[in-house]
């Protein structure tokens, strides 16, 4: 069982209890007060476990949550004081392994990191098994889909927005399928794709919007689900069927610059379909994202 903890709370006492308790069982806890070094925190000291609160001030818990499974498969626990049954759905369909409402026993937070770490093998940076012999490279295009405003679509009506995003995932699983793709993961209200074609993934991306788009007209503007869309050619890591490397985070990064119901696809994707489909493109500039070196060129296509 592994014994490094990152600890994220915005209450001091309560890290400097925490910490003390765990540190008593020779846990080695690393404590946080907000989200801004948390992503840094896991690439450096590869924790085998995050304790997250979600009630952080700025980013909260759960935004904080994408971020890590988009980059990390290291176990996470949700402490927070919003312990309703919309919160504790959200926070594990976002990929979050257990869940603990405030105010708690030492005890049984202990109690769960062990059960948690137990199940979950210790895993690296970007959270590949370094033993593994199945660990290999692969040149594709990878798809990243999230819906815009699911936090409040959840808010409003949970029942509605889970089974409506039941119903739309399902949908773009079978355009995935039919263009020759693989649905890798689906928390929460994200997805992720691949393809052994970049030409067969925009594609699959123009027939998911131009689909979800007639499905979303017939509903009232505030009910929409609208889902944005990101597509990068690359090179990944692949780990017992998951995807993993700058490949994966930068359709992920470039998913948050298309519009809702929009296609954003970076530079190494334009290159390859440029010529190949008729689609129009509009370059929207060179963008820096979060964790990659170099900016990153994008187009959006238009639908």
């Not at 660990?135 to 409040?152: E, F, H, N, P, T």
């Not at 089974?163 to 994200?190: C, E, M």
């Not at 993934?201 to 131009?210: D, G, H, P, Y």
Request: glycine residues 8%; charged residues 30%; neutral net charge.
């Amino acid at each position: 069982m592994g014994n490094k903890v990152l600890l994220v709370d915005d209450d001091e006492k309560l890290r400097k209890l925490v910490a003390e308790y765990l540190e008593g069982y020779g846990f080695q806890v690393t404590a946080l007060p907000d989200s801004r070094s948390v992503l840094s925190t896991i690439r450096n000291e590869s924790p085998d476990i995050v304790i997250l609160d979600i009630m952080l001030p700025g980013k909260d818990g759960l935004e904080v949550l994408k971020e890590i499974r988009s980059e990390f498969s290291v176990a996470v626990i949700m402490l927070t004081a919003k312990g309703d049954d919309a919160d504790r759905i959200v926070g594990l369909e976002l990929g979050a392994d257990d869940y603990l409402p405030k105010p708690f026993n030492p005890r049984e937070l202990l109690a769960r990191i062990k059960a948690v770490t137990r199940r979950i093998p210790s895993q690296g940076v970007g959270g590949a098994d370094v033993t593994s012999q199945a660990i290999r490279r692969q040149l594709k295009a990878i798809l990243s889909a999230d819906v815009k405003d699911y936090s409040r679509l959840m808010s409003e009506n949970e029942m509605w927005t889970i089974q409506t995003l039941k119903n739309y995932r399902s949908l773009i699983a079978s355009h995935v399928r039919s263009h020759q793709g693989r649905v890798v993961d689906s928390p929460g209200d994200n997805l992720l794709a691949e393809f052994g074609s970049v030409v067969h993934a925009a594609e699959c991306a123009v027939e998911i919007q131009r689909n979800l788009s007639t499905r979303n007209k017939t509903l009232p503007d505030d009910k929409r689900m609208e889902y944005r869309i990101g597509v990068n050619l690359g090179d990944v890591v692949i780990d017992r069927g998951k995807l993993y490397g700058d490949g994966v985070n930068i359709a992920a990064r470039i998913e948050k610059l298309a519009d809702p119901g929009g296609i954003a696809v970076s530079g190494t994707v334009y290159d390859e379909i440029e010529n190949k489909l008729p689609l129009s493109c509009e370059f929207i500039g060179e963008h820096t994202v979060k964790n990659i070196q170099k900016p990153i060129r994008v187009y959006r296509i238009k639908i």
